[in-house]
């Protein structure tokens, strides 16, 4: 008899929490990124993501009806019109700025200046909304123009100056602009609601249900970009030090999100620019470590699960992770030596990889079980592992992703 969603759910959350846990699941778990593959399998371009709503829909519910990993990274629906009213700065996608067959871009920009440090921790609201969000459109130049709010003051002379600020053009501006874009989002709430919701009534458990970056991360993603952040490390390392944990602090103030069906928070996280190629290990231990291990152990004391991506190359810092608790986290690798990694890891933290994208892309159905066996066999045994690509599966071939998923619920069941 096939099985409900509900209990696909069940099964498949059961399979991944025993294996993060460092329990012995029924089989390796294999988890794999969806994203734009599902345009490429389903004949429709990348674009449908953001301007086709129904034509994405019924992609990923093919792909995902096919494919059957035991839980998805999905690339949700987001409306590109919505996203062409406010003309991000930081943001390229399908159809606008990017071929419409390619997926999205992500680019930094100087948001937060060499001598704005202390404007920022000095009060973070206020220069998000008049500087940051300045910035980050021209169209949204005008909220430059607000007051700062601690300004006004409790009479009318607080009144009469937020009146004269909101008749300023180009402030006027930036409000109507938010306003056109928020109504043009808020018409599709309820199909995006539905896209999530279809993912579930699949038989996928939701993977993630928040996200929290290490400080380091969202300074030279966000805030000052790579290029800046590099400079800071030499010309003030101190304040550099002071804004990470600023950042940790607010970072462990928000909300915690809430637990899935299942009682489980699964928290996404990547490790990008602590990654062997970008910082020494003297930087790294100085300006990346201190703020990201307080972050996960935090994460990790509150009852929730970090499942940290490590982009790029971490073969040289696997000791690290040995000092965070057993079974606490899942380290998703990219371009590190995985069997390395085992045997440091061995039965402390789950590691999840790293079939390369290149040789499901390139390789043949036969490649693509070899490499997967030799993962099995090595990575997989006794247990703490999970099976999923390297990195992204936009361009690999459907026969070898298959290949990839199939082989492993045949082949990676504990004896």
Known sequence: MDKTAAQLRQEREKRVMDAIRM?????????????????????????????????????????LRDFQPDMVYQQGFTPGKALEILEPKTMRWPGYGVEPNQGHQAIEIDNLKADEFDRYMDDPSDFMLRVFMSRTSDKMAGLALLPKLSDL???????QMLAMAFAEPKLVKAISTLQKAGREMRKWRTKIDKFNQMVLDMGFPQFLQGAAMPPYDVISHSLRGMSGTMFDMFRQPDKLIELCEFIL???????????????????????TRGSDDFLSKKQFDTFYWPTFKKLVLALVERGMTPCIFFEGKFTSRLEYLLEFPKGSILARFDTTDIFRAKEVLRDHICIEGNVPSSLLQMGSVQDVKDHCKKLIDVVGKGGGYILSPRSSTDEVKPENLKAMIEFTKEYGVYG
Do not use: H
């Open 153 to 159: 003051g409790g009479g009318p002379f607080g009144i």
């Open 249 to 271: 602090k607010q970072t462990l103030e928000r909300p915690t999100p809430p637990p899935n069906e299942y009682g489980n928070t699964r928290i996404f996280m990547t490790n």
């Open 23 to 63: 329990r012995i699941p029924d089989r390796v778990p294999v988890i794999s990124a969806i994203g734009y593959f599902a345009a490429k399998y389903a004949g429709i371009p990348c674009s449908a993501a953001y301007y086709d709503y129904d034509a994405w829909y019924a992609a990923y519910e093919k792909t």
